[in-house]
């Protein structure tokens, strides 16, 4: 069974044929590590499906600081939602951690197949949904957990992120410096 379809069967069944339609609004990419998928300041029009590979979204300080928004692993959709959804510039940043295989859909494919299948509409609003939780999540995280306590629940809920991604990265996710981050694993 194709990746995409068990993601989506996660949500929504589906015939063959819907799969089929679907699959032919995706195009399929590889990255290389280091490459960007999104840069800040161009409009973004596809969003990504991770067949392979680790990306991270961030964005840079007028002093240089790079702050991690999320990382994406396989099965994880990611893009610049404000970009994509408004059209506006990206304020963001993704590129690839790994090498990676991603599946991408357009904007105007996207509102296409919402359109004409019901069941994408509501696997969408779904994932949307997910992702606000998340994101709730996180900010929570970052508002009331200690330093320690914010690198315990990410180790707890995505221990295999810690095998690719360098620590550093690991630490401007968590808003910290490399050697407080060192100061938590000793």
């Given amino acids: 069974m194709h ?5 989506i069967e996660e949500i929504v069944d589906l015939t063959d044929e819907e799969f089929d339609f679907i699959l032919g609004h995706f195009t399929t990419i590889k990255k290389r590590k280091h490459q960007y998928i999104v840069q800040k300041g161009e409009v973004v029009s596809k969003e990504f499906w ?6 991270k979204s961030y964005f840079v300080d007028d002093s240089g600081k790079e702050h991690i928004l999320q990382f994406g692993m396989e099965n994880w959709w990611i893009t610049d939602y404000e970009s994509f959804v408004t059209q506006q510039r990206s304020k963001t940043y993704i590129d ?5 295989e991603l599946l991408y859909i357009s904007f105007e494919n996207r509102e296409k197949l919402t359109s004409q299948m019901h069941k994408m509409e509501r696997f969408w609003a779904k994932k949307s949904k997910f992702g606000r939780i998340a994101l709730q999540n996180r900010v929570l995280s970052l508002l009331r957990n200690s330093t320690k306590e914010r690198y315990e629940l990410l180790l707890e809920q995505y221990p295999k ?22 100061r938590l694993n000793s």
Wanted: glycine share 6%.
């Fill in 96 to 100: 690839c951690i790994e090498d990676s």
């Fill in 50 to 55: 991770i067949i392979k590979g680790c990306l």
């Fill in 3 to 7: 990746p995409l379809r068990k993601h």
């Fill in 161 to 182: 992120l810690f095998q690719r991604v360098p620590k550093k990265m690991i630490a401007a996710y968590l808003g910290v410096s490399r050697e407080t981050l060192s």
